[in-house]
């Protein structure tokens, strides 16, 4: 089966640093797109970033552009998301997906990524 698993989150004050990492078995990680999500309490699972190799691209929610960078490790088969100049909105549980295509179309969708890890928290201190 296919598991994912993200890890890396912990507090942090406002303009510090976090790297997430996320690890996918049971898949070839450089065929398929992934991405991360995040959920603050009270609001709903926004997307935050999704890498797609096939097409050469990746995708930032505006919030973070500029901040964040994602990338892989196809050997390792780990998936990071590199969070700079973390501000206290940043605070929410990230998830790590999986999609079962190569494409980030429609990338902000959830409904797209049929693999989900457990969440890692990130709180981001004033």
């Known amino acids: 089966q296919v598991q994912v698993v993200e890890s890396g989150g912990g507090l942090v004050q406002a303009g510090g640093s976090l790297r997430l990492s996320c690890t996918a078995s049971?898949?070839?990680?450089?065929?398929?797109?992934m991405g991360w999500f995040r959920q603050a309490p009270g609001k709903e699972r926004e997307g935050v970033s999704c890498i797609s190799w096939s097409r050469g691209r990746t995708y930032y929610a505006d919030s973070v552009k500029g901040r964040f960078t994602i990338s892989t490790d196809n050997a390792k088969n780990t998936l990071y998301l590199q969070m700079n100049s973390l501000k206290p909105e940043d605070t929410a549980v990230y998830y790590c997906?999986?999609?079962?295509?190569?494409?980030?179309?429609?990338?902000?969708?959830?409904?797209?990524?049929?693999?989900w890890g457990q969440g890692t928290q990130v709180t981001v201190s004033s």
């Open positions: 049971g898949l070839t990680f450089g065929d398929y797109a």
């Open positions: 997906a999986a999609r079962t295509y190569a494409s980030c179309s429609d990338a902000w969708s959830p409904l797209h990524y049929k693999y």
